[in-house]
């Protein structure tokens, strides 16, 4: 075990906003999920965890409130392994309460982390559940894994806790890609009365979702974000047409920049379509939507997204403001953001494991709390997990985002019951 050195750091750059505008409806928690094809051994689970958060300084912390900003302290408290007893998201953050912001379950097969959105993104926490699940399986399978060399996650502390945004924001002025929406079209419907995320996920051959990008000449992001929007759609009154369907879309910003944070380190785009000016045809929304991919990707507008960030955070005004009056800001400002958007398309990628786990893992899964709905994506092996969470009670998007997927001849594996009774 190393010897932790820092005591306090303040929230990274992104993590701001998290503390003031989480509630019971959107607790800004993500899970990560790995099902294995075995039962979990709760005992070994508890060991991998205790050896995997030391490499993870940033997130055996608990969030105090200071007079200008909210910052991490470092604590003494163990994360505890338990068997999942509340639903998928629930709050980890209580201004009132000083606990730990992520928490490992498990439920049958599956092996659950879920994380308070303050300190860390989703690649943040994929590392950690890929390190979990390494130290887990070779605890397990001591004959078989015992010698495997350990996982290639080794940041040190330093880099670990780094806020990138910092790191790489200058005093550039790039323009800013425009984007001229019109009005914005929102969801309807009734939304779960006990703020439960109603889920779906669908498993798909990532084979097959490759083919038809492909055969589209455009990336898997793209088409996923075209079929959700074809799905929105159909939903749509003819008045509600005149409306431009946006979804948001983060980007992972290491890729990009070069960066071994565990913290935040991303960006979001937004892309847009209107189907009142145009043919709403499949070959049109992907071509529409590649190209704004194509601007929102430039390195000009990654490091103006970069800088955009830190002039939020060093705006000599909001510096001085107690943290009072940041709060009362930053949620107009979230709110302001969120009236801009329909829903959101989260791509985490392809999770890498060493090749000796494979007859252990059968595939991950992602979701996040949202107060509309968010579709969210990850790939292991040949496997692809496309996961909806949505705070309404109607699945009808849902489905008709999987019946486009079975029109294209992709089969797909539907799954809810993980999440009723639990």
């Known amino acids: 075990m190393s010897r932790r050195t820092f005591e306090w750091a303040g929230l990274d750059t992104a993590a701001k906003i998290f503390p003031c505008t ?5 607790t800004k928690v993500f899970r990560f999920v790995c099902e294995l094809k075995e039962p979990i051994h709760p005992q070994k689970l508890q060991e991998a965890l205790d050896q995997t958060i030391d490499s993870f300084p940033g997130f055996q912390t608990i969030i105090k409130r200071g007079l200008f ?5 470092n604590t003494d408290t163990m994360p505890v392994v338990r068997q999942e007893y509340r639903s998928p998201c629930s709050q980890l953050y209580d201004k009132d309460v000083s ?6 379950t498990y439920f049958g097969c599956r092996i659950n982390l879920e994380v308070f959105h303050a300190i860390s993104d989703g690649t943040g926490a994929m590392h950690f559940l890929r390190v979990l699940v390494f130290r887990y399986l070779r605890l397990m399978h001591t004959e078989q894994l015992g010698n495997l060399p350990e996982i290639d996650y080794d940041a040190s502390e330093s880099q670990s806790m780094d806020d990138s945004f910092e790191h790489y924001a200058n005093h550039q002025k790039a323009p800013k890609t425009p984007h001229v929406h019109k009005a914005v079209y929102h969801l309807p419907g009734l939304k779960t009365p006990d703020y439960r995320l109603n889920i779906v996920v669908g498993t798909v051959p990532v084979k097959s979702m490759l083919a038809i990008s492909h055969s589209y000449h455009t990336s898997l992001t793209v088409l996923i974000c075209a079929l959700v929007m074809q799905a929105i759609h159909k939903e749509m009154s003819v008045q509600d047409s005149t409306r431009s369907v946006v979804l948001a879309v983060p980007i992972n910003l290491r890729n990009h920049f070069h960066s071994a944070s565990a913290r935040n380190f991303f960006g979001v785009m937004d892309v847009s379509y209107d189907f009142s000016e145009n043919s709403g045809s499949l070959e049109d929304m992907i071509a529409k939507i590649d190209a704004q991919f194509k601007a929102g990707l430039s390195p000009e507008e990654l490091q103006y997204r970069v800088n955009q960030y830190m002039l939020l955070i060093k705006n000599p005004i909001a510096r001085v403001s107690f943290l009072s009056l940041k709060d009362e800001a930053m949620r107009f400002g979230n709110y302001v953001v ?11 990628g392809i999770v890498k494991m060493p090749a000796a786990l494979r007859p252990y893992i059968e595939k991950f899964e992602v979701f ?7 579709l969210c994506c ?8 496309l996961s909806f969470s949505s705070a309404f009670l109607n699945t009808e998007m849902q489905k008709n985002f999987f019946r486009s997927l079975t029109a294209l001849q992709i089969p797909v594996e539907i799954d809810t019951d993980s999440f009723e009774d639990n």
Not at 69 to 73: I, K, M, S
Not at 368 to 374: D, G, L, N, R
């Open 368 to 374: 996040v709390s949202t107060e509309k709905e968010q």
């Open 22 to 26: 989480s509630g019971r409806r959107d």
């Open 378 to 385: 990850v790939t292991y092996e040949e496997k692809m997990t």
């Open 69 to 73: 900003w909210y910052y991490l302290e």
């Open 99 to 104: 606990s730990l912001l992520f928490e490992v």
């Open 338 to 348: 969120s009236q801009r958007e329909t829903s959101a398309v989260s791509n985490v």
